[in-house]
């Protein structure tokens, strides 16, 4: 079975600073990757995926991640953070064939102080 | 067009009582998917439906039942609530186009006393 791993648990940045979040993930076959964000009282949103092709992806918000095979990872990546981008952020995986649900990390709690 | 919604939004139970989480989708989505969100534990797939009259079980399935008897309803029950089942559940639903792009409801914070 494939599994998450987000290193980061709680992360605290100023405005303007660099982020960088960590995601690995287990599975030995194609997988889809994905990056979901839960603003504080709202529901999940999807920010960014991957299926196939260039391997750095672009989101909503001025997110990025790179999918690097070789490592088994998806980073998250933003220039500059800013306060409105405190959340918490959760990387998923799927299979590229079979189930259609997906498996989730346990999430990295960004808070960005103005 | 509302979406993916959850009833309710906040249920406090005793252990050994029985519920059901409602959760209906307007999108005419196919699959829709039922988790859990622990704390430090992130969101683990309780049980899923690909369709009317298909379900399976994801990785945490003990205690709940789940039927799909229509495309737009997905009800999650538990049998007989245990402290252990005290959660935020998250339904979700996506397409057979997108299928795995999911839309997720708002949320029900359960709490088993």
């Known amino acids: 079975a494939q599994s998450v791993s987000q290193h980061n648990h709680h992360v605290i940045l100023s405005e303007a600073a660099s982020l960088e979040l960590g995601c690995n993930y287990s599975y030995g076959g194609t997988v889809n990757l994905f990056w979901y964000v839960q603003y504080p009282g709202q529901h999940l949103q999807l920010l960014l995926k991957?299926?196939?092709?260039?391997?750095l992806v672009k989101g909503i918000k001025g997110f990025e991640a790179e999918f690097i095979k070789s490592k088994f990872s998806f980073n998250l990546r933003k220039p500059s953070v800013q306060w409105s981008d405190t959340a918490e952020y959760f990387c998923a995986v799927t299979p590229y064939t079979g189930r259609r649900a997906l498996t989730f990390g346990s999430g990295t709690r960004l808070q960005v102080q103005p | 067009n509302a979406g993916v919604t959850q009833t309710p939004k906040f249920q406090v139970l005793k252990t050994g009582q029985s519920m059901t989480l409602q959760c209906a989708q307007d999108m005419n989505h196919e699959y829709m998917s039922w988790y859990r969100q622990d704390p430090g534990m992130g969101l683990r797939l309780i049980h899923y439906?690909?369709?009317?009259?298909?379900?399976d079980q994801g990785e945490v399935p003990n205690g709940y039942n789940v039927s799909r008897s229509t495309t737009e309803d997905f009800p999650l029950r538990l049998l007989s609530a245990a402290p252990s089942q005290t959660s935020v559940y998250f339904c979700a639903s996506s397409s057979h186009v997108a299928p795995f792009e999911q839309y997720f409801g708002p949320g029900t914070r359960l709490t088993v006393t």
């Open positions: 991957y299926f196939s092709g260039d391997p």
């Open positions: 439906s690909v369709g009317a009259g298909i379900t």
